[in-house]
């Protein structure tokens, strides 16, 4: 069995075992707590962090963010929280507006000079 697939199916998991799941260091997961604010794992009276099922599958979403898809920490937050950075097609979609833009301003460039060329013959 691979590590995903040992993963005993608990209420409550402890640092270690959401690192040997995760693959990642205790002090990355720790790191992570600060940096954020939707992993948030509980502690128990000794003060022991505690994580649940949705934690691990929120560290395994930030890890596939950050080490996958490369985003940098502060791209992966937005992404998190819903603020989803600019698409290829939103970049793309701009640029052809910009060239619309561009040629009207051409044009109405264009036209604004024979005016006044017409008013100077007069």
């Known amino acids: 069995m691979d590590t995903h697939t040992q993963s005993i199916k608990k209420l409550y998991y402890s640092i270690g075992e959401v690192s040997k799941v995760t693959e990642l260091k205790q002090y990355v997961l720790r790191y992570w707590e ?5 992993l948030n794992p509980s ?3 000794a003060g022991n962090r505690t994580y649940r099922q949705k934690d691990i599958d929120l560290i395994l979403r930030i890890k596939d963010l950050l080490y996958n898809q490369k985003f940098t920490i502060e791209g992966a937050r937005k992404m998190l929280s819903g603020v989803e950075a600019p ?3 939103t970049a793309l979609e701009s640029e052809a507006k910009t060239s619309v ?3 009207l301003l ?3 460039r264009s036209e604004l000079k024979s005016i006044l060329e017409h ?3 007069k």
């Open 34 to 38: 600060t940096e954020f604010k939707q």
């Open 43 to 45: 502690k128990n009276k």
């Open 87 to 89: 698409t290829v097609e």
């Open 101 to 103: 833009d561009l040629d």
């Open 106 to 108: 051409i044009k109405i």
């Open 119 to 121: 008013l100077r013959q």
